[in-house]
């Protein structure tokens, strides 16, 4: 035993054999244990939180994003602009929407519908501006879906989806699951042009 074990046993343990004593020194030195046990336990659950946080969410976002109150039609010229900034080391476009998923080929009013956001990518250059690709499961290769087309000799685009997304439609990896939203209707046109649905079916090849 260790010198430093003999000598706590020592001064814990009562010379005479008396109960009382036994039982207060018990209690005291398991409160001193869970006094320095507890900030020990507590830190190490806010590190770990802090350390799934950045994990999840800044290496997941953009640093800056650049957006456009009009339709971004001259986004290539910006990525250009951007590009000769001294401190700019990376940028990828990216297209965001708000849409509904549905699981399945064709969207059915029976079918649960879920809200989702929708980010359409470049997977090369997303690649250098965040971890996104990385946290793929499984192993990202690309949006090809040539191998699933034997499944139901069709073939249809691949989409990434989120894991709790893809657990409550049930969505397995190669299912086929229809993506509607609304028709963007230039500025000019609001009020005066009724919106209009567009759908389209894209096959399951990743969870994020």
């Known amino acids: 035993m260790h ?8 001064y814990l343990r009562p010379r005479r054999r008396h109960f009382l004593i036994s039982v207060l020194t018990s209690i005291a030195t398991t409160g001193v244990i869970f006094a320095v046990a507890a900030p020990q336990i507590t830190l190490s659950v806010m590190n770990g939180f802090e350390t799934e946080v950045r994990r999840r969410v800044v290496n997941t976002n ?20 951007l590009r000769r900034l001294p401190d700019v080391v ?13 699981l399945g080929s064709g969207a059915r009013i029976t079918q649960r519908l879920h809200g989702c956001i929708v980010l359409g990518i470049e997977p090369e ?7 996104v690709m990385q946290t793929i499961k499984p192993d990202f290769v690309g949006f090809d879906t040539t ?5 139901d000799a069709r073939h249809y685009p691949g989409i990434v989806i989120g894991f709790e997304l893809g657990r409550d439609l ?3 990896l190669g299912d ?15 009020g005066k042009l009724k ?11 990743g969870f994020i």
Do not use: C, N
């Open 3 to 10: 010198y430093s074990w003999k000598v706590g046993f020592r």
């Open 62 to 81: 953009y640093h800056v994003i650049v957006l456009s109150q009009k339709p971004f039609t001259d986004h290539a010229e910006t990525m250009e602009r």
């Open 90 to 102: 990376a940028q990828s476009p990216f297209v965001r929407r708000e849409a509904i998923l549905v």
């Open 125 to 131: 250059l997303e690649a250098q501006t965040t971890r």
């Open 147 to 151: 191998l699933f087309d034997a499944v």
């Open 170 to 172: 049930g969505a397995s």
């Open 176 to 190: 086929v699951v229809t993506l509607g939203a609304l028709k963007e209707v230039p500025p000019e046109a609001h």
């Open 195 to 205: 919106p209009e649905q567009t759908a389209r079916d894209f096959r399951v090849v």
